[in-house]
């Protein structure tokens, strides 16, 4: 089946604009996670959503992050006011649920960000 | 907080070497642990994964036996290939909701 889809793969903008990042999760997983991964590092955890709500988004840096996922299915980080420090790679995840002993992550590619 | 530490690569290896590639974590409670891996051009999955103490994970022929006295989770292979040349990460679950992930360890394989 497929697997959690990514858009775009790359995006370039200017400091100061706006940005949308979207994910589409594998059909019928409830969990969603963005992940964000810096040049050698391992991904960072920004926000999980069980359903539609937003269940820990402790990760986020700051306000001008945000994230929604309002029909509980297809999710978009937004970004706002973007900032050189905020080129990464945004990694999108999903798995079936989030308890228990953890089920396995699902990724997508990845959008890379570059702000200029 | 919860953390993973991982040895730093790049690790190079020649074909049909023994890997070992060094895992350690720090958590409250009992945490899963996981090891995904990326290829080249391609997104993290799951390689294997123990959910608790003296479990062995395995799959393609690697292995991780979950340490709690050592709060260790080291990946092993006997005889690497060279399409295993990839970045490995090692990572933990806690039931807080997010899965933590160390800094990832190139490896390399030559032929």
């Known amino acids: 089946g497929a697997g959690v889809s990514q858009t775009p793969s790359n995006k370039v903008t200017e400091k100061g604009k706006y940005v949308e990042l979207r994910c589409d999760p594998i059909?019928?997983?409830?969990?969603l996670y963005w992940y964000r991964q810096s040049l050698g590092q391992g991904p960072e955890f920004l926000i999980y959503f069980q359903g539609t709500g937003a269940a820990d988004d402790s990760g986020l840096p700051n306000d001008r992050f945000f994230a929604v996922r309002p029909e509980g299915s297809v999710s978009t980080l937004k970004i706002q006011r973007t900032e050189r420090g905020d080129s990464a790679v945004y990694l999108c995840?999903?798995?079936?649920?989030?308890?228990?002993?953890?089920?396995?992550?699902?990724f997508g590619n990845g959008t890379r960000l570059t702000v200029t | 907080g919860d953390s993973v530490t991982q040895m730093e690569g790049p690790v190079t290896l020649s074909e049909e070497a023994f890997l070992t590639i060094n895992c350690t974590y720090t958590a409250t409670g009992y945490p899963s642990l996981f090891w995904y891996v990326q290829y080249p051009g391609e997104g993290l999955q799951l390689l294997l994964k123990?959910?608790?103490?003296?479990d062995k994970g395995s799959n393609k022929g690697f292995e991780a036996t979950y340490r709690k006295e050592t709060t260790s989770f080291h990946l092993e292979k006997g005889s690497v290939q060279v399409s295993d040349s990839a970045v490995y990460f090692c990572?933990?679950?806690?039931?807080?909701?997010?899965?933590?992930f160390g800094a990832g360890t190139r490896l390399f394989v030559k032929a």
């Open positions: 059909s019928g997983h409830t969990a």
């Open positions: 123990a959910t608790k103490a003296d």
């Open positions: 990572a933990l679950y806690t039931g807080g909701f997010k899965t933590i």
């Open positions: 995840a999903s798995s079936l649920n989030a308890r228990g002993e953890g089920s396995p992550l699902h």
